[in-house]
């Protein structure tokens, strides 16, 4: 674990990492450090500042922020229904329901983070299936409370249990020591075999739910040196660094005046998944989930990550994918693990620009970092329409100027003529980025515009324009 960090103000100079047992340190020296852990242990080590917990409503005007308690509800609102439709045109895995704030929200900010709980692999297969006994300390009436969860199949008559989750002591581990945070994994681990048990024997449960588990246990074969317990607990949520950028609930959701999430021309990764938030507190309120859990399927889009929010402030030289600078709402939307493998790619993109100029990574020229990320087919912007495994020469232009405004939805029709209309509008964004004045979400703006209005064709395709300027880009100024 990481035990110590030393800087010369704003530039990281080692890191001492300590064996969790046996004592022994090393310490490494760098240029260009990055922190990828779940709980951002070296970042705060580091002094970098962060948060934990929950902002309030107010603080970005997130509708979603503090203490809220969600229920089944469907859109009531024109801007409500406009997001339900938009959200069904997105070329991804589709999720339907919808939910409403319920009284008692009060928006208030706390130090509560989403639960977490193991993901334990179970089998069915008798060669390998361990016996399922009653654990040492079982607690029924506490067992019988925690949220059950179901299995999902995974190849090799294996299952994916991803509950059960003990909400409460998992605050404990965000800013914890290991002591602390063993005695806190281990009260989930004890509440998995504790569930385990219950659900094939317990009379409470349903009598055909008790047959689908009684063939599941868990399998020899999976952690066998760690007593078939996962090495590590989903940590849903710790800290999250305060960087040059907060993404926050805005920044995964539709404008008022746009078919797209906001542009930021220094995207270096996409969000896809939904606003997603387990359970923050035990309270509930009539026909309330518990409090903090909410599944905002249909009123989040493909949002930009911008590269500033894994930049913490005052320090230069360390990059953080994980715990990046984003708010509680808007971490539902981050912390699966394709965003951490995009965005994480792209700051070894960005390690390798600043040791290739001799800067930190806080100075590196973030346009360049976007072209050669686009170039490298990494996702920096989300379209519908294009696939970043086809060598169409034209699909890194689009995302590079994705990043750009040169798009008002999440389609980049490159095979359309492309019209006067947008070719003027194109033209000035293009002048601007050359001038450094380029303001992303307004040139959006008026691509939209230019769009719904009736323009001749220029007897070019969209596509073929945005190569062409893309290749000049690329040339030496």
Known sequence: FIADAQRDAALLKTAT???????????????????????????????VPYRVGRES??????????????????????????????????????????????????????????????RTILTDDPAIRLPVARPDGYDRDFIAGLEKGSVVE????????NRPQVVGPHDDYVEGDWATRQRVMDKHWQATLGMLYFLQNDESVPAQQRERWKPLG???????????????????????????????????????????????????GITEW??????????????????????????????????????????????????????HVAWGTIRLEPTWMNVAESAAYAADLALETGVSPSDIDSDALLQRLAEGRVMITFFNDLDLGDDDPRVPAAQYFGTKGFFSSYDANLDEPLTEGVRSVWEAGLQQLRDGTLEPMRLAERVHRAELQASPDTGQTRGGFLLAQFSRLKQPR
């Open 218 to 268: 868990r399998a020899a074969d999976e952690f066998p040196d760690n007593g078939h317990r996962p090495y590590e607990i989903y940590v849903r949520e710790a800290r999250r660094i305060v960087g040059r950028y907060v993404f926050t609930q805005h920044d995964g959701s539709l404008p008022a005046h746009l078919d797209r999430a906001p542009v930021h021309p220094d995207s270096v």
């Open 154 to 161: 995974i190849p090799n008559r294996k299952f994916g249990w």
């Open 57 to 118: 409503r107010g603080e970005f005007g997130e509708p979603h922020a503090g203490v809220v308690y969600m229920g089944r509800g469907s859109p009531q609102t024109d801007a409500e229904r406009r997001q339900s439709e938009a959200h069904k045109k997105l070329n991804l895995r589709p999720f339907r329901g919808w939910q409403t704030i319920l009284p008692g929200s009060t928006g208030e900010g706390d130090s509560h983070v989403q639960a977490f709980n193991y």
């Open 17 to 47: 990492f300590r064996h969790m047992v046996e004592k022994q340190s090393v310490t490494v020296s760098g240029k260009v450090f990055a922190d990828c852990s779940y709980e951002g242990d070296f970042a705060a080590v580091a002094k």
């Open 274 to 327: 939904y606003f997603d938030s387990h359970a923050c507190t035990k309270r509930r309120v009539p026909g309330s989930l518990d409090e903090g859990k909410h599944m905002l399927h249909e009123i989040t889009f493909p949002g930009q990550v911008p590269y500033r929010s894994l930049l913490p402030k005052g320090l230069d030289n360390l990059l953080v994918p994980v715990c990046l600078s984003s708010t």
